[in-house]
């Protein structure tokens, strides 16, 4: 059991959340309404406003169990520690239920090898900060507390996470470096694409390596091992492709 002093002119939750930031919000509100926060010995209201010097008693229960079912599947995780996880996620797996997927997901798997993971995310996405399309390669971060997936989500929100992909570019894009400063985001119609039209994202671009059509294969296995992520390159500019135009291997960050 934890104890707390009341401060003036607070709201009961608040104050909890502002206490206790190792929790969600939602698992302080379940607290409260199963009788969990006791103030002065009794039971109180999310609503209660505090005068100030009330001894306030919180039972925290355990975590409900994951609703995503465990899959007995493989995951090669990059690293590890008491509040972060770093998987390296192949292409063709989807990262969680959604579109159709229940089961098969990235999500199956970290519940089957961690049984600690932050519930932010929901049910069905625990310890899901960020996401990579299912068709992408690259490494993802999973929270495994509440508290680490606020401060992540806080740099993703904030722009201070840095992320480089790799992608093949087939056609001719006219100027060898740039920038892609059209909004990125979902499309609202096709909801497996993305669209420039709704959000706003900002892209730069180098090419690596240009190659024939012919050395496909050798071009997309040197990439392989390096590619974090694919990106649309639809709204460069682009000259007049010729009959056999030639891949790209582009670096985007």
């Known amino acids: 059991m934890n104890r707390l002093t009341g401060e003036p002119g607070k709201r009961l939750d608040h104050f909890l959340q502002e206490q206790l930031t190792q929790y969600s919000r939602s698992r302080i509100q379940s607290w409260i309404k199963e ?3 006791l103030v002065d010995g009794a039971p109180a209201k999310s609503s209660l406003l505090l005068r100030g010097g ?3 008693d919180i039972s925290p229960a355990d975590l409900p169990p994951l609703k995503a079912t465990a899959e007995d599947l493989p995951i090669e995780v990059l690293y590890q520690d008491a509040a972060v996880i770093a998987v390296n996620k192949p292409a063709g797996l989807t990262v969680h239920a959604g579109a159709g ?3 098969g997901t990235l999500v199956n798997r970290l519940v089957h090898h961690f049984q600690g993971l932050s519930q932010l995310g929901g049910d069905e996405r625990p310890g899901i900060v960020h996401r990579i399309d299912k068709d992408t390669s690259g490494v993802l971060l999973v929270a495994r507390t509440d508290a680490a997936h606020r401060a992540l989500a806080a740099q993703f929100s904030g722009r201070t996470v840095e992320k480089v992909y790799l992608a093949l570019v087939n056609g001719r894009v006219k100027d060898d470096t740039g920038r892609v400063t059209k909004p990125i985001s ?3 119609v096709r909801r497996i694409r993305m669209t420039a039209r709704l959000a706003t994202a900002l892209q730069r671009f180098e090419p690596l390596v240009t190659a024939k059509p012919a050395d496909f294969d050798e071009l997309l296995a040197a990439a392989a091992p390096h590619a974090h992520a694919t990106i649309t390159m639809s709204n460069c500019r682009r000259v007049s492709p010729s009959t056999k135009p ?7 960050a």
């Open 35 to 37: 009788d969990r926060v």
């Open 246 to 252: 030639p891949l790209r291997l582009v670096r985007s």
């Open 186 to 188: 979902r499309d609202p």
């Open 54 to 56: 009330e001894a306030i």
């Open 101 to 103: 997927q229940h089961d």
